[in-house]
């Protein structure tokens, strides 16, 4: 059996493991990263893709006078925009629409959303103000009759899969260790009963042991069962909710303004949002298990179909295509019968007696800030501080938004001399640098005109890409490739199982097993 030793062992790559590898990596920690699927496999590429503070979270706080709520709402927005700094090719700001049928609703959102503004302090990205009835029906044209207008607000919106696979990547560039397909089978404890380590089997059946100062649990909905790898009889803590989003062929969102529905039947909160030329609807809120938080139902399918016929009366068809679910790890609370649709998405890091460390709760936007207080606790089980952080871009941007920002618009002239001249060109550009910032040059440079050419109109992803993809991002299956390091599959499923063949012979030809799409993978 192989022996590592490391610093920090980091069991879970979705967004708050690969963060807390990122912010390890930058202190100067050896650091080894664990993750028994994809990076980023779970619910990770699976949210509404929005960096957001939390307009229902406001709201919520002043109903109810909890603190907590506004608290996550202020730190959330701080965050939203430290992620579009840092990665403007990934993240980029969206207009949002919430309607309104009356003076009063209006008057009542457009303070609210006054506050979201103030909240947001000198780190704003946009200022709220009211749409007239025609303002409304001129972004949204089809949208239902009867409204008096609205208010318009601000929000990030983001690739959430390849902002978790860059978190990943670039500290794997700072030295970590990654493996994939990994599973942690064993916490292994000193005679003390002081956990110094683990055990790690891949799909082969091969065996590592990982010796490490400090362990985190970052498994998202599964930390309960790495809990229990180190006490069997601890109580679950955490509480699974699936969101399902649906992605229609029907463009609602023509003039790349979102539409949030702020109060459903069951108060809940639905956006609509401009999706690769379609459009992506969710999410519902429902209580299940792990087995099924990856798999859609026909019944929230018809949920979300329901409201979008409801608000886009004139809509002739809705056409889906592509559907997925991700479960959302909630910490449960104190309250009996609360329901899930109102649990604050607040993280917590907790340490239990024999030091394992467990991230456990919170949400995307508010990732980094779950991997500091991941970093306080390693401090607390190392028994000494870390190092100060050192300056680590992520991978494909650079020192701050200005000099990324500059670059990337030199490089757009550099890739029109390396990409085939089509109509797909200008597409092209923009995709490649929507998915890699400033290293898109470097994939298209040493690749032929043969590897460059786009196989798709809604996603134009090149061969070269898939080649990548397999030899330098872990990709090891399709769905890999075209649901997460490109966004096909999640967005027409039906065009993605065309490139099937395509992906599979590349997979084949490096040794990999091919396979059949599949999106609760």
Same mark, same amino acid.
């Given at each position: 059996?192989?022996?590592?030793?490391?610093?920090?062992?980091?069991?879970?790559?979705?967004?708050?493991?690969?963060?807390?590898?990122?912010?390890?990596?930058?202190?100067?920690?050896?650091?080894?990263?664990?993750?028994?699927?994809?990076?980023?496999?779970?619910?990770?590429?699976?949210?509404?893709?929005?960096?957001?503070?939390?307009?229902?979270?406001?709201?919520?706080?002043?109903?109810?006078?909890?603190?907590?709520?506004?608290?996550?709402?202020?730190?959330?927005?701080?965050?939203?925009?430290?992620?579009?700094?840092?990665?403007?090719?990934?993240?980029?700001?969206?207009?949002?629409?919430?309607?309104?049928?009356?003076?009063?609703?209006?008057?009542?959102?457009?303070?609210?959303?006054?506050?979201?503004?103030?909240?947001?302090?000198?780190?704003?990205?946009?200022?709220?103000?009211?749409?007239?009835?025609?303002?409304?029906?001129?972004?949204?044209?089809?949208?239902?009759?009867?409204?008096?207008?609205?208010?318009?607000?601000?929000?990030?919106?983001?690739?959430?899969?390849?902002?978790?696979?860059?978190?990943?990547?670039?500290?794997?560039?700072?030295?970590?260790?990654?493996?994939?397909?990994?599973?942690?089978?064993?916490?292994?404890?000193?005679?003390?009963?002081?956990?110094?380590?683990?055990?790690?089997?891949?799909?082969?059946?091969?065996?590592?042991?990982?010796?490490?100062?400090?362990?985190?649990?970052?498994?998202?909905?599964?930390?309960?069962?790495?809990?229990?790898?180190?006490?069997?009889?601890?109580?679950?803590?955490?509480?699974?909710?699936?969101?399902?989003?649906?992605?229609?062929?029907?463009?609602?969102?023509?003039?790349?303004?979102?539409?949030?529905?702020?109060?459903?039947?069951?108060?809940?909160?639905?956006?609509?949002?401009?999706?690769?030329?379609?459009?992506?609807?969710?999410?519902?809120?429902?209580?299940?298990?792990?087995?099924?938080?990856?798999?859609?139902?026909?019944?929230?399918?018809?949920?979300?179909?329901?409201?979008?016929?409801?608000?886009?009366?004139?809509?002739?068809?809705?056409?889906?295509?592509?559907?997925?679910?991700?479960?959302?790890?909630?910490?449960?609370?104190?309250?009996?019968?609360?329901?899930?649709?109102?649990?604050?998405?607040?993280?917590?890091?907790?340490?239990?007696?024999?030091?394992?460390?467990?991230?456990?709760?919170?949400?995307?936007?508010?990732?980094?800030?779950?991997?500091?207080?991941?970093?306080?606790?390693?401090?607390?089980?190392?028994?000494?501080?870390?190092?100060?952080?050192?300056?680590?871009?992520?991978?494909?941007?650079?020192?701050?938004?200005?000099?990324?920002?500059?670059?990337?618009?030199?490089?757009?002239?550099?890739?029109?001399?390396?990409?085939?001249?089509?109509?797909?060109?200008?597409?092209?550009?923009?995709?490649?640098?929507?998915?890699?910032?400033?290293?898109?040059?470097?994939?298209?440079?040493?690749?032929?005109?043969?590897?460059?050419?786009?196989?798709? *109109?809604?996603?134009?992803?090149?061969?070269?890409?898939?080649?990548?993809?397999? *030899?330098?991002?872990?990709?090891?299956?399709?769905?890999?490739?075209?649901?997460?390091?490109?966004?096909?599959?999640?967005?027409?499923?039906?065009?993605?199982?065309?490139?099937?063949?395509?992906?599979?012979?590349?997979?084949?030809?490096?040794?990999?097993?091919?396979?059949?799409?599949?999106?609760?993978?």
């Amino acid at each position: 059996m192989n022996n590592n030793h490391v610093d920090l062992l980091i069991i879970g790559a979705g967004a708050s493991g690969a963060c807390v590898g990122y912010e390890a990596s930058k202190r100067g920690l050896k650091v080894a990263l664990l993750e028994a699927g994809d990076i980023g496999g779970g619910t990770s590429s699976r949210s509404t893709k929005l960096l957001h503070g939390g307009v229902r979270y406001l709201e919520l706080a002043f109903k109810t006078f909890d603190l907590a709520q506004l608290k996550l709402v202020r730190e959330a927005l701080l965050e939203r925009a430290y992620w579009l700094e840092q990665t403007p090719f990934l993240a980029n700001r969206i207009e949002l629409a919430l309607p309104t049928e009356d003076c009063f609703s209006k008057s009542y959102y457009r303070i609210g959303l006054g506050l979201y503004d103030i909240l947001s302090g000198r780190k704003n990205i946009g200022t709220s103000r009211l749409l007239s009835k025609s303002e409304i029906e001129q972004a949204l044209p089809l949208i239902r009759d009867g409204l008096d207008g609205g208010v318009v607000y601000s929000d990030g919106q983001f690739n959430d899969s390849r902002l978790n696979l860059l978190l990943a990547l670039t500290a794997k560039k700072a030295g970590a260790v990654i493996r994939t397909r990994c599973k942690v089978i064993k916490l292994e404890s000193q005679a003390d009963g002081k956990l110094c380590g683990a055990i790690s089997q891949d799909l082969h059946g091969e065996q590592e042991r990982w010796e490490a100062g400090a362990v985190v649990n970052a498994t998202g909905i599964n930390v309960d069962a790495v809990r229990q790898l180190a006490d069997p009889n601890i109580a679950p803590r955490i509480l699974v909710s699936r969101g399902v989003h649906l992605v229609l062929k029907e463009n609602l969102c023509p003039n790349e303004t979102g539409l949030i529905l702020p109060a459903t039947d069951d108060g809940r909160v639905l956006f609509l949002l401009p999706f690769f030329g379609y459009t992506q609807v969710g999410t519902t809120d429902t209580p299940c298990n792990i087995k099924t938080a990856q798999k859609t139902s026909d019944e929230e399918q018809e949920y979300l179909i329901k409201y979008i016929k409801r608000w886009f009366p004139r809509l002739k068809k809705t056409t889906i295509g592509s559907a997925w679910a991700g479960g959302r790890p909630l910490l449960k609370s104190t309250q009996e019968g609360i329901s899930s649709s109102r649990v604050v998405r607040e993280h917590e890091v907790e340490i239990m007696p024999c030091g394992l460390i467990s991230a456990m709760g919170g949400k995307w936007t508010t990732c980094r800030q779950i991997a500091l207080d991941t970093l306080k606790a390693v401090e607390a089980v190392l028994g000494k501080p870390l190092p100060p952080p050192r300056h680590l871009p992520i991978i494909g941007s650079r020192e701050n938004l200005k000099a990324t920002t500059t670059l990337i618009v030199e490089q757009k002239k550099q890739l029109k001399q390396y990409l085939p001249k089509s109509e797909l060109q200008a597409k092209q550009i923009v995709h490649l640098q929507s998915q890699y910032g400033l290293e898109a040059l470097s994939i298209v440079a040493n690749s032929s005109p043969e590897e460059l050419n786009p196989l798709s *109109h809604i996603v134009p992803i090149c061969q070269a890409e898939i080649k990548h993809a397999i *030899h330098h991002e872990f990709a090891c299956t399709p769905t890999d490739i075209l649901a997460r390091r490109c966004r096909l599959a999640m967005v027409d499923l039906a065009e993605a199982q065309r490139l099937l063949p395509v992906v599979n012979s590349h997979l084949k030809a490096e040794g990999l097993n091919a396979d059949a799409l599949d999106l609760e993978q």
